[in-house]
């Protein structure tokens, strides 16, 4: 048994992520939501595209204006108006200003604008009654950016944020990775579907909708494969075709030690190598992780070994085990260069946790801020790998490390964010 550090270290190297030449496709404004940048973004408009005025106010010549005072004002003869969107005709000359408004490009001639608040205007007559730094509310052009540098980097999410700034620069069409392709798979003779009337013994295949839905939240389009029974020959076709489409292939069940847990064989035979046959955990103690060399044939643009991971049929157990270790891999693939990895944080439980200390557990339960503290709030009810009842409203799992069986009501534990 592997402990889960180092089954995140294997996962994390066996995961190459997409290639930035051809595991790409154009997107637009909208609908580049979420992607991932596959080329740096340049643009050929400097910011600000103009010199103009950060202020309302008055443009003024600094050397006019630098004794003025509330006793001995300089007044200025205002030549234009100057709005947002008007391109200036006159030049300043010696005692002349223009009025400007917010955002409006500065006129030839002057390099200072003097706050509407420090003046007294009198018809064409402007007072000036503080002196002006030099040069102050002016924002000269490209002294946010430069034409033609770097505006975003490779391998950044787009989010609003971004997307604003592509926009500003008429970047309007842009390379952006593919989504990575997940393959899901539920394997287990008791599973129907959710439409079907259930059998004596059946439960409903609850697995391939969650799965389903963390595939897409991580970016990712999901190809659900629907249920497999525990037929060796059945599996091995399906899993053969879910290598052949998928960058990444998930099943749950049949990785225990049953009679009727094939998974791991079937992988072996197919040729896959065998990384980890079971990690130190709890809930997810017989995760399955293999890799498979390209697929010939594959309808993917550029071959590359494909990752299996083959998790714990058990509803809560397939859950922690996506969140501990196929979510960064999905996002390591994805092709971002920041932030797949899993994000821990400390925060104070509200109710006693136990383990029993031999492996590394994970509870589930909600994360808060109380009091500018984190809180973890572990969640009620059996806190057991079958009962997925409870896992509601599940946003962190505070994690025991291996000998720690008890941490006390209002002590600091370990959280792993699955939100
Ligand atoms: P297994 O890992 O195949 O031994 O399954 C462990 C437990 O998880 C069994 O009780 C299964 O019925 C349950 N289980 C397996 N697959 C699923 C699934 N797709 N959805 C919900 N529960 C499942
Ligand atoms: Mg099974």
Known sequence: MLPVSEAEAIISNLVHPLNSEQDTEIVDLLTADGRILAKPAISQLDFPHWDNSAM????????????????????LQIIEEIPAGYQ?????????AARIFTGAVMP????????????????NQVSILVTPKPQEFVRKRASFYQAGSELLPQGIKLNAPEIAVLAAAQCNQFSVYRK????????????????????PGQIVDSNQYALATLVRQAGAEALMLGIVKDEPEILKQTITQAL???DIVISSGGVSVGEYDYVEKILDSLGGKIHIRAVKMKPGKPLTVAS????????LPTPHSKLYFGLPGNPVSALVTFWRFVLPAIKKLSGIK????????????????????????????KLSVVD????????????????????????????????????????????????
């Open 108 to 123: 030839n001639g002057a390099d200072t604008i003097v706050i509407q608040e420090n003046t007294n205007r009198e018809n």
């Open 56 to 75: 309302d106010g008055y443009a003024v010549r600094y050397e006019d204006v630098q004794q003025a005072n509330a006793e001995k004002s300089a007044v």
């Open 180 to 199: 990575a392709r997940v393959a899901i798979l539920s394997t287990g003779d008791e599973l129907a579907k959710v439409n079907e009337p259930l059998q």
């Open 372 to 419: 500018s503290v984190h809180q973890f709030d572990l969640a009620g009810g059996t806190q057991a790998s079958g009962n997925l009842i409870n896992l509601a409203q599940t946003n962190a799992l505070a994690v025991l490390p291996v000998g720690t069986t008890l941490i006390t009501q209002g002590n600091e534990v370990e959280v792993l964010k699955v939100d």
């Open 338 to 365: 920041s932030g797949w990895e899993p994000t821990f944080i400390k925060a104070k439980t509200s109710y006693e946790l136990r383990s029993d200390g031999k492996r590394e557990s994970f509870v589930w339960g």
């Open 292 to 299: 498979f060399p390209p697929t010939p044939h594959s309808p």
């Open 88 to 96: 200036p005709q006159a030049t300043i000359q010696k005692g002349q």
């Open 244 to 246: 052949s489409n998928a």
